[in-house]
């Protein structure tokens, strides 16, 4: 009988994450691993659904509360970030030595262009049970207005 492996997800985890033609996107697989470990491809997950009257971003955030996720709007993006530490109570406690440590701790975050249209004031966001909603609402872009500009002729 098989047991979870106290290495792994399961028994072939590693022996196989760099087998050829194992996953198409190695090198951007490799990259989220560097950055975030394992479990990159798990953090933040969003979906977007556009309806008649904006945009439906609902963002996964398990584990993380209210105060610890942020959104901001700069230049046009709509950058949502999140960052948890250790509890200071956890850090006091430890006394041992981990074999796995699998909670997450740190910082991630996220940009979508929305429009320099789009006002802070327009976004609305709800967080309940580790879910992040947001709704922008569609801002047509005003056409630039062109200034007639006379050029001097020298001669």
């Given at each position: 009988m098989l047991m979870p492996s106290i290495f792994g997800e399961n028994l072939f985890d590693d022996f196989f994450g760099d087998f050829p033609f194992y996953y198409d996107d190695r090198a951007?697989?490799?990259?989220?691993?560097?950055?975030?470990?394992?479990?990159?491809?798990?953090?933040?997950?969003?979906?977007?659904?556009?309806?008649?009257?904006?945009?439906?971003?609902?963002?996964?955030?398990?584990?993380?509360?209210?105060?610890?996720?942020?959104?901001?709007?700069?230049n046009g993006y709509l950058t949502i970030s999140a960052e948890k530490g250790l509890d200071k109570d956890e850090q006091e406690k430890e006394t041992g030595r981990y074999i796995r440590k699998e909670r997450y701790a740190g910082a991630c975050s996220r940009s979508f262009y929305v429009g320099k249209e789009v006002e802070k004031e327009d976004i609305k966001a709800e967080f309940k049970h580790g879910v992040l909603t947001l709704f922008v609402p569609k801002k047509e872009a005003k056409p630039a207005v062109e200034q007639k500009k006379t050029i001097a002729i020298e001669g």
């Open positions: 951007m697989k490799d990259t989220e691993k560097k950055l975030y470990g394992r479990r990159a491809s798990h953090i933040m997950k969003t979906d977007i659904k556009e309806t008649d009257k904006g945009y439906e971003l609902v963002v996964d955030l398990p584990g993380f509360t209210k105060d610890e996720v942020k959104a901001d709007l700069e």
